[in-house]
């Protein structure tokens, strides 16, 4: 009655963001000409836009509010426009007038000169879908936003409407909506409670079960609804932290960093700032080359490489797509760079007449240079072998800057390219590896030479069954990189638990066959957006890959976060 599980099409996994990053997005539709308009059954009651916008602003305060507000900003196009741009929002407050007619969801939104647009709401679920960052929740300060439960109507005649059951299905986690007409009075209640509670303790089905506590005493009390696909209710995480270790990781993490036993294993996302995530980069392909594939997959690059591959029929070329989006995507950046952008600092004639790794190397240079470079913090710890399925060599120059002597080295798995060419390296020549002269692993590739970039489904089990074949073969993988993935504490940095690049190192890793008796230490960095379950779940499924003897930390926050916590723990510089 009261709260519903909704199937929808779009299974993305739902966004944790930390508490104190949230904002929200205040839109109070109020049209000029409203008495004009009348829904069946009712009329449109004037909006008090004050009196919404003075609540609004007090409960959602900390969640630093951006408003819409009549006057032609509450347009769907001026809506769209803010919760695709760069400023995320977390939640989006609707308010405005609605009706369902013939089963049709109508919202009454904005012209650009103050006047009723009457919205087929379809057309708003359709933006939702296309949306690369939807709000995780919703609250549709509405009437009929769920439907229409019975005939009963508002004692106030101040209905409002909107369109829950297809936002939820659209993908947003959690939608409040309302299951038939509800006076202005109670929705506004209703909502103050709940962002209240919320804003206390981010879990929506406690905070809607209070804000219907305060409006027990009203006609219209059972109403809001709520839409979620969130098992635990909680979708935004507490401040980060390791687990729930009794514990003190940083104190053991320190001890091994101060002895040289640490080996990091680095994944593509202490790369985003420059390149955008691997889901980014598989939204932005999907749509361009408008592939028909499902919402949720839409953002799993080796899905949309492969279905690259089959329709281009030639897997060498799908590499040298993603070379060519690459430079597409660094020419755009340079483009809207405005003021300290990094990106101010590429020169045209490097995009234009060079390999786009080197217009990366510059950004990377210019970060590092204003301190904001995790490759740089990264490039102190003092290890001897550095593992990365990243495809730059972003970590190559953070090390040489830090006066180390980098040697690279790459796993070569694929049998159509010549791995005894320079830059890559003998591993069966090369200098021995220290804390000063340290090897960079490179498993997955490097995008020097596109072909090398491990990419679709395909190349992922190319890559498993090459390594299972070579991976005791000196020549092909090293003493010295295996001692450091089975002999030393792992620190994995920038993946999320969904990532291919992620599973497969983890199943290259215990396809040594090692003996976990020892009780080795194993520090994962995970992404907060790639919780898809719960993190007691997440524990115990990275524990099933190393065994439950093993001390698995996961500390749940983005790259930048965790470094700068290692660098307050550890003393790093």
């Avoid at 066959?513 to 194993?522: N, T």
Wanted: net charge negative.
């Amino acid at each position: 009655m009261f709260s519903r599980y909704l199937l929808g099409a779009d299974w993305r996994p739902v966004e944790d963001v930390p508490q104190r990053d949230l904002r929200a997005l205040v839109v109070i539709a109020a049209p000029s000409d409203l008495n004009e308009y009348d829904a069946p059954g009712r009329l449109l009651a004037p909006i008090d836009v004050d009196a919404e916008l003075q609540w609004a602003r007090e409960k959602l305060e900390p969640f630093h509010p951006v408003v819409l507000v009549s006057d032609g900003e509450a347009t769907l196009a001026k809506i769209t426009q803010r919760l695709d741009g760069r400023d995320r929002f977390d939640i989006l407050l609707l308010t405005c007038h609605g009706a369902i007619t013939d089963d049709v969801p109508l919202l009454f939104l904005e012209k650009a000169d103050g006047t009723t647009d009457v919205v087929d709401a379809r057309r708003v679920e359709e933006t939702f879908r296309d949306l690369a960052h939807r709000p995780s929740l919703v609250f549709l300060n509405s009437c009929q936003s769920a439907g229409v439960a019975d005939s009963r109507h508002s004692a106030d005649g101040g209905a409002l409407s909107a369109i829950g059951p297809r936002l939820a299905a659209a993908g947003v986690p959690a939608v409040v909506a309302m299951q038939a007409n509800v006076t202005m009075q109670t929705a506004s209640n209703f909502a103050r409670a709940l962002f209240e509670s919320f804003a206390a303790d981010p879990v929506i089905d406690r905070a809607v079960a209070v804000a219907r506590d305060q409006v027990r005493d009203r006609g219209d009390w059972w109403v809001p609804v709520l839409y979620s696909r969130i098992r635990s209710g909680r979708f935004f995480v507490p401040p980060p932290s390791f687990g729930d270790d009794s514990e003190d990781p940083w104190e053991y993490l320190d001890l091994m960093l101060r002895n040289g036993k640490v080996t990091p294993v680095l994944g593509p996302g202490l790369a985003d700032g420059i390149l955008g995530s691997r889901s980014e980069v598989a939204q932005r392909w999907a749509r361009r080359w408008q592939m028909p594939l499902s919402t949720h997959t839409r953002d799993d690059l080796a899905q949309v490489t492969q279905y690259m591959k089959v329709r281009l029929g030639n897997r060498d070329q799908v590499p040298i797509e993603v070379q060519d989006y690459i430079r597409t995507y660094l020419q755009e950046r340079k483009d809207e760079a405005r003021g300290d952008d990094p990106f101010m600092s590429v020169s045209q004639d490097i995009l234009d007449n060079e390999p786009p790794q080197r217009a990366i190397l510059e950004v990377g240079k210019t970060l590092r240079h204003r301190g904001n470079d995790p490759y740089s913090l990264v490039a102190a710890i003092p290890a001897e072998v550095y593992i990365t399925t990243a495809w730059t060599d972003l970590l190559q120059d953070a090390l040489k800057d830090r006066g180390k002597d980098p040697t690279t080295l790459c796993f070569p798995w694929y049998s159509k390219f010549d791995w005894t060419d320079e830059p890559w390296g003998k591993s069966t020549s090369a200098e021995p590896p220290s804390t000063t002269h340290p090897w960079v692993y490179h498993l997955f590739g490097r995008l020097e030479e596109p072909k090398t970039l491990v990419l679709t489904h395909d190349d992922y089990f190319d890559w498993l069954s090459n390594w299972i074949v070579k991976k005791d073969l000196t020549a092909f993988v090293p003493p010295r990189v295996k001692r450091a993935l089975t002999d030393k504490s792992l620190l994995f940095l920038g993946y999320r638990l969904d990532d291919w690049d992620f599973r497969v190192v983890f199943q290259g890793i215990k396809a040594f066959g090692m003996d976990y008796r020892d009780g080795k230490h194993i520090g994962v960095q995970l992404r907060p957006e790639s919780e898809a379950i719960d993190r007691h779940a997440a524990q115990r499924y990275l524990e099933s890959y190393f065994g439950r003897d093993n001390h698995v930390n996961i500390f749940w926050a983005n790259t930048t976060t965790f470094l700068n916590e290692l660098r307050q723990q550890t003393g790093l510089q």
